[in-house]
C-alpha cells in the first residue's frame, strides 16, 4: 500500500491545476505573493509523485508495444468537432488523454525499453539514479538530464560543460568543470518538484536523472544531429532535420546557428516548411530521410500520434526520445495549413497496421 490520502492529494492537484490555469489572470498578484509565485512557476511538491509506479508503466507500455494502445478516447469528438488542427489536437490530448502509456513514453529512461522492443538502439547509459547518487564519470560525453520533466538538461564533454538547457537553475557557464557533487546538487533541485502541471503525462512519472552517452557520427568528432519524425499510426506525415541545436559559444540551446529542415517522409525532398521562425539548413539527403522515416515509422506503430525524435548517427539511428506533446501545442507553422494536414493524420482512421 502506499502511504498518504489519494482523495486530499487529487484535491490539491485539482487546486494547483486552478491556479496554474489562473495564472495569466493573477500575474499582478504573483509577484506581491510568493505563495502564488511559486505555483506560477508550475512548481508542484514531490510528494504527489509519491503514488507513481514504473513497474505499473512499463507493463502498459509492453502491453501497447504488442497489441498497440487504445484509441483515445478525446479523439474522434475532438476531430468531429471541427477542422482538424494538430495544435489543437495537442493541447485536447494534453487536457484529456489519460493512457498510462502517454507516461511511460514520456519518460526518459523508460522510453528506451520501448526502442528496444521495437529493436532500435538507444544511447548508452553511463548511470542513472532515483535518489541523486551521482559517480564519478571521468571524461566521456555524455548528457545528463531529468528523465521525468523536459528540460532540464547539461551536455558533458572532457568534464566540461558544453550545454545546458536549465529549468528554473542558473545557467552554468560553457567550459565550468563537472563535478559529481553538481550533478547531485542539479539532481536534488530537479527531483524535488513538478515543473509544468498541464503535461499530464509528466505527473505520472517518478523522479529520476539519466547520464546518457553522446551520440557522434561514425568519424566518432561530429555529433549527432537529431530527426524529429511527425508519426501518425506507424506512418510518419513530415521529418524535421535540426543541426547546431546547442549554441557552442554560450551553451545556449537554440543558437544562431540552430537550423531546422523539413522533408517529405516519401520522397525525402526538402519542404517549403518551417516552425517557430527557425531558419532552414541544407537538410538530409533524400535516401536518408527515406531510412528515417523507416526506422519512425515501426517506433510509432500501435500509437495515434508520437514525435519520434531520433539521433542520426550515420550509419544508423538511435531513439533518443518520444515527444507527445510537442511545443505543448504551440508550434507556429509555417505555411499555417501544415497545422490542419497534420491534424487530418491525426484523424485519419484505418492505417494502424503498415
Ligand atoms: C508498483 O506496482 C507493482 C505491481 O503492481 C508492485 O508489485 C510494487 O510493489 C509497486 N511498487 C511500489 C513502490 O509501490
Not at 506507424?234 to 531546422?260: C, E, I, N
Not at 520522397?267 to 538530409?284: E, H, I, M, N, W
Not at 530521410?289 to 544508423?316: E, N, P, T, W, Y
Amino acid at each position: 500500500m502506499t502511504m498518504g490520502c489519494p482523495r486530499s492529494t487529487t484535491l490539491v492537484a485539482a487546486l494547483l491545476y486552478l491556479a496554474y490555469y489562473l495564472r495569466c489572470c493573477v500575474k499582478d498578484l504573483a509577484v506581491r505573493s510568493p505563495a502564488v509565485g511559486a505555483l506560477a512557476a508550475n512548481r508542484m511538491p514531490a510528494y504527489l509523485y509519491r503514488s507513481n509506479n514504473d513497474t505499473k508503466l512499463l507493463a502498459h507500455l509492453a502491453r501497447a508495444a504488442t497489441a498497440g494502445a487504445d484509441e483515445p478516447a478525446f479523439l474522434a469528438p475532438a476531430c468531429a468537432a471541427g477542422p482538424p488542427s494538430f495544435n489543437e489536437l495537442v493541447k485536447a490530448r494534453m487536457a484529456r488523454d489519460r493512457r498510462p502509456v502517454l507516461a511511460a513514453l514520456t519518460d526518459k529512461q523508460l522510453v528506451k525499453r520501448w526502442a528496444e522492443l521495437r529493436g532500435v538502439r538507444t544511447p548508452e547509459v553511463l548511470f542513472a539514479s532515483k535518489t541523486c547518487a551521482v559517480p564519478e564519470i571521468g571524461a566521456d560525453a555524455y548528457a545528463f538530464k531529468a528523465t521525468h520533466t523536459t528540460g532540464c538538461l547539461v551536455l558533458v564533454e572532457g568534464g566540461r560543460v558544453v550545454g545546458h538547457k536549465p529549468c528554473g537553475e542558473r545557467r552554468l557557464a560553457p567550459g565550468s568543470r563537472v563535478t559529481p557533487e553538481l550533478l547531485a546538487t542539479l539532481c536534488a533541485r530537479w527531483t524535488r518538484t513538478m515543473y509544468d502541471v498541464t503535461q499530464w503525462a509528466y505527473s505520472k512519472l517518478t523522479p529520476g536523472v539519466v547520464a546518457e552517452r553522446l551520440v557522434y557520427r561514425t568519424d566518432g568528432a561530429t555529433p549527432a544531429d537529431d530527426v524529429k519524425c511527425f508519426a501518425f499510426r506507424g506512418r510518419t506525415a513530415l521529418v524535421q532535420h535540426v543541426t547546431h541545436r546547442f549554441d557552442a559559444a554560450s551553451g545556449r540551446p537554440r543558437g544562431a546557428r540552430k537550423r531546422d529542415t523539413f522533408h517529405d517522409p516519401r520522397s525525402g525532398r526538402r519542404l517549403p516548411v518551417a516552425v517557430d521562425r527557425q531558419p532552414a539548413g541544407a537538410g538530409l539527403a533524400p535516401a536518408r530521410v527515406r531510412q528515417a522515416r523507416d526506422v519512425c515509422d515501426g517506433l510509432a506503430r500501435g500509437l495515434d500520434f508520437a514525435r519520434i525524435d531520433l539521433f542520426d548517427a550515420g550509419a544508423s539511428f538511435f531513439l533518443g526520445e518520444v515527444t507527445v506533446y510537442p511545443k505543448r501545442g504551440e508550434h507556429a507553422f509555417e505555411p499555417s495549413a501544415v497545422d490542419g494536414e497534420l491534424g487530418r493524420a491525426w484523424c485519419r482512421q484505418g492505417n494502424a497496421t503498415r
